[in-house]
């Protein structure tokens, strides 16, 4: 009798995709972002390629493209062409060129036209974030022939949003109520029924506008169209959440001189060039902090406790300019703020500042006054009480005004102004902290 052969154990990654097809597409990609790139992009060829598509698309676009990189191309690709439009870009632009190239030359031709259209835009603009993926019918449908024809696109696209209508020649002409074409008659046509007043964005304009605009119109998606008023594409509200986590993201990174792409997957040699320019930068302004405690080792010698005291100055001031930094850029980042309020906001600053070097500086008079009393402890508090309050004043203007200094300069309001409000901050706080003790040395000692 012949002996029934041992069934093959399934492998791994094949069990684990017969289960990622049965889950939510954003519990896929959390399982494939513990993974390691190999275990991912393995499991990612086991995968359907709409599955893996939809798991790719909720990932981060730099992780996406370590996966897509790691696959086999004809796997890749097939990948990629499942993609939304704007997705497939956002991960393209990240690998690259070469297997860009190769990856874009496996895709059907559709898909690869739809590839070329979309990188003609700057990632970061309405064009660079839109998806071509648009429901549009002819102004001369009537009624009849539109119902019909959305039936038809609803097997396409997987969101309708918005209807809109174009012309011949595909310029954007009105939109459509939904409510207005269901109770239309049958023989009547769009332009008879559509909304003239439509609102769309320039394919050119910022991504960060164009979120600014969507969340302040409470619209759920915006048509995009070029300097002929042709519509080119949509942006959707998924689209808008996406630019504000990467435009936060990148605030942040800027912020303290990282790369706007690392992230804690990226390669070793990458996060060491994109920060050591930065830390090259920061180490020039700490020399000029050092350079003002040389000026007075004279003093500091006179008088070694004003070493330990000179740091809570200046790292209050550092504290306090964080805080005026965060709201300055924020207000910025939302269009909250222009140069025109920038005189009422320095006031502002200014009151707080003091209001706020004020309390600390009471407070740290006080201690130093209890734990030095035999020392001069009331004169040397009364010293740091003024160094906290000029401080914090400086800390408070200096840090509301450098984003907008930078802006005016042509910088992104957030590039590393931790840097430069750090360089203020204590060498404002050395200064004030020792020059006034040398001013009033003969108290202290």
């Known amino acids: 009798m012949a002996e029934t052969p041992e069934p093959t154990p399934e492998d791994p990654s094949q069990h684990l995709a017969n289960r990622l097809d049965d889950i939510p597409a954003a519990d896929g990609a959390t399982v494939m972002r513990r993974m390691t790139t190999e275990k991912a992009a393995d499991l990612a060829e086991y995968l359907d390629p709409n599955t893996a598509g939809d798991i790719l698309s909720e990932m981060d676009p730099v992780h996406a493209a370590s996966v897509i990189a790691g ?3 004809e796997e890749a690709s097939m990948v990629l062409s499942a993609m ?3 997705d497939r870009v956002d991960v393209l632009q990240r690998l690259p060129k070469d297997l860009h190239d190769r990856l874009v030359g496996h895709m059907p031709a559709d898909d690869k036209a739809e590839v070329h259209s979309l990188e003609q835009y700057p990632r970061d603009t309405a064009g660079g974030i839109m998806t071509t993926e648009v429901t549009s019918l002819l102004e001369r449908y009537t009624i009849e022939e539109a119902v019909a024809e959305l039936r038809r696109l609803s097997e396409q696209l ?6 809109y209508v174009v012309d011949a020649r595909r310029h954007l002409v009105g939109v459509l109520s939904m409510r207005d074409l269901i109770l239309a008659k049958p023989d009547k046509r769009l332009h008879e029924i559509m909304r003239h007043d439509v609102y769309a964005v320039p394919a050119t304009m910022d991504q960060e506008e164009v979120a600014r605009r969507m969340r302040k119109y409470n619209y759920l998606a915006l048509p995009v169209i070029d300097d002929k008023n042709r519509l080119l594409g949509l942006i959707t509200v998924d689209d808008v959440v996406d630019v504000l986590e990467e435009e936060a993201t990148e605030d942040i990174h800027k912020l303290f001189g990282v790369g706007i792409e690392e992230r804690l997957t990226s390669p070793w040699h990458y996060s060491y060039r994109t920060r050591v320019i930065w830390l090259i930068v920061n180490l020039g ?4 902090a050092a350079g003002v405690v040389a000026g007075f080792q004279d003093t ?11 740091t809570i100055v200046s790292g209050m001031g550092g504290n306090a300019s964080a805080q005026a930094m965060a709201v300055s850029i924020r207000g910025i980042a939302l269009g909250e703020v222009d140069r025109s309020m920038l005189k009422r906001i320095l006031i502002r600053e200014t009151i707080v500042g003091f209001l706020a070097g004020v309390t600390i500086g009471i407070i740290t008079w006080a201690i130093a006054a209890t734990f030095h009393h035999s020392e001069h402890g009331v004169a040397l508090g009364f010293v740091i009480f003024l160094a906290l309050v000029f401080n914090h004043i400086n800390a408070c203007v200096t840090g509301v ?5 930078m802006k005016r300069l042509g910088f992104d309001p957030a590039q590393s102004a931790t840097i430069f409000a750090t360089t203020f901050t204590d060498c404002g706080g050395f200064f004030a902290t020792l020059g006034l003790a040398k001013l009033l040395m003969h108290y202290l000692v």
Do not use: S
């Open 285 to 288: 302004t700490a020399f000029l």
């Open 71 to 73: 696959m086999e191309p």
């Open 300 to 310: 500091i010698a006179a008088l070694p406790i004003l070493a330990a005291y000179q």
């Open 401 to 405: 005004a450098i984003p907008f200094i």
């Open 84 to 86: 939304d439009p704007d």
């Open 158 to 163: 997987e969101q309708m949003f918005y209807v």
